[in-house]
């Protein structure tokens, strides 16, 4: 069953391997904490507190997309508590990722809908979230949960100049943040006609 749970020991070895995935494809549209340097599940739980954070970084929740029947690690997504201005153009509220073995079958889209739950649960609202211009696959991640493009902001990312799209969601507590397929969008509107 896939579900998303807080980050634990059960699946930490999988997560590692995620990572591992990321660097030998040469991934870096998200990047996995690298678990050998660091005390991952500690730096979460310290996002998720607001404590030892540097100046420059705000509290977070994460969150990790497992398949229990194959204890696998296929996400990760972080939910800011709040912006600051760096993050108003790079990154936003909500940060996702799905290790690189596992793309292509619609759990970005899913880890980004049940993201919005927790923005919601959160009570933030509107959600900001933000890729890279020419990273189509999550643009289109992102619209499926009903983001709307905002603007495109030219910023400066490890000495280069990168395009970076920058999509709003306002969600209210009557919204089911859940992404409705092409043909159940068309049968309501059918209905209200």
């Known amino acids: 069953m896939i579900k998303l749970i807080l980050p634990n020991e059960e ?17 870096s549209t998200y990047s996995f904490t690298d678990a050998l340097s660091c005390d ?34 296929i996400g990760e997504t972080c939910v800011r508590h709040r912006l600051n201005d760096a993050l108003l153009y790079n990154g936003g509220h909500i940060g996702y990722g799905i290790r690189y073995s596992e793309w292509n079958r619609g759990y970005g889209t899913k880890l980004l809908a049940l993201a919005l739950e ?47 799209r920058r999509y709003w969601k306002t969600i209210s507590q009557a919204d089911p943040c859940f992404p409705r397929s092409r043909a159940s969008t068309k049968q309501t509107e059918d209905k209200h006609q």
Not at 11 to 27: H, W
Not at 136 to 160: C, P, Q, T
């Open 40 to 73: 991952v599940l500690a730096k979460f739980d310290n996002y998720r507190n607001e404590r030892n954070l540097k100046p420059d970084r705000v509290g977070a929740d994460y969150y990790w997309l497992v398949d229990d029947d194959r204890l696998l690690f």
């Open 118 to 164: 927790k923005a919601k649960e959160m009570r933030i609202s509107p959600v900001l979230v933000t890729c890279n211009d020419d990273n189509l696959a999550s643009a289109r991640v992102i619209e499926k949960n009903g983001f709307i493009l905002e603007d495109k902001v030219m910023i400066s990312e490890d000495g280069k100049d990168v395009l970076r």
């Open 11 to 27: 699946y930490l070895q999988s997560y590692k391997e995620a990572y591992d995935e990321y660097v030998e494809n040469g991934i």
